[in-house]
């Protein structure tokens, strides 16, 4: 990230907006490093969604067990939302703002191998974005299907596929509030967490073996 004290107002008034986003609690949010030859300016942030933990809070001694418990919760699915700005505007974004993410899950392999897989993942860019109103244009990604299979000591593990999201699009404005709320719900639908926005399938959930 570029100077803050320096940073163009519309790139400080991005960065407010993003502050101001309110999102499913599931979602675990951070801030990364951003990549620093992309644009001038850049900040990333990094989602996981984890296993839900039990609905009711638990006191005393056992609350200390479920913390620790809590902790070893198995990741639904990750992701990585980076904002970039070029004061300059770039013709291949057609703007001074672009989003670029990426998200990750794994399913059970009889489901990954579902041939629509690929093209449910990238309906939810756009599905995502129109239920939060936010504005964008020159949306392009890939939706990629990896198989991992184990071997030798490890040939007990049931064959496994991760679904990834790479996708970039160009905000109408610095307001970029919806644009991330509509990113972490993206995150959760490929978690399989309900509900979903309406109008959109949630992808079959992996199996916890």
Not at 86 to 113: K, Q
């Amino acid at each position: 990230m570029g100077d803050l004290a320096t940073a163009p107002h519309d790139f400080v008034e991005a960065l407010g907006a993003l502050r101001r986003a309110a999102l499913r609690p599931e979602v675990g949010l951070a801030e990364i490093p951003a990549p620093a030859n992309l644009a001038p300016y850049g900040v990333a942030l990094s989602a996981d969604v984890l296993e839900p933990v039990g609905p009711r809070p638990v006191h005393g001694p056992a609350a200390s067990f479920l913390r620790e418990a809590a902790e070893d919760r198995r990741e639904l699915a990750t992701g990585r939302f980076i904002l970039l700005h070029d004061p300059a505007g770039s013709p291949v974004w057609d703007g001074t703002f672009r989003i670029v993410t990426y998200i990750r899950a794994e399913l059970d392999a009889d489901m990954g191998n579902d041939e629509l897989v690929g093209t449910v993942a990238w309906t939810w860019l756009s599905d995502a974005l129109h239920e939060h109103h936010a504005l964008y244009s020159n949306a392009g990604g890939t939706a990629t299907r990896v198989l991992s299979e184990s071997f030798g000591t490890l040939s007990n593990r049931p064959d496994t596929i991760d679904i990834e999201l790479r996708a970039s699009w160009t905000p109408a404005t610095s307001d970029v509030t919806a644009h991330l709320e509509a990113w972490a719900d993206m995150v959760c639908a490929f978690a399989g967490l309900p509900p979903l926005p309406p109008g959109v399938t949630a992808l079959p959930r992996r199996r916890l073996n």
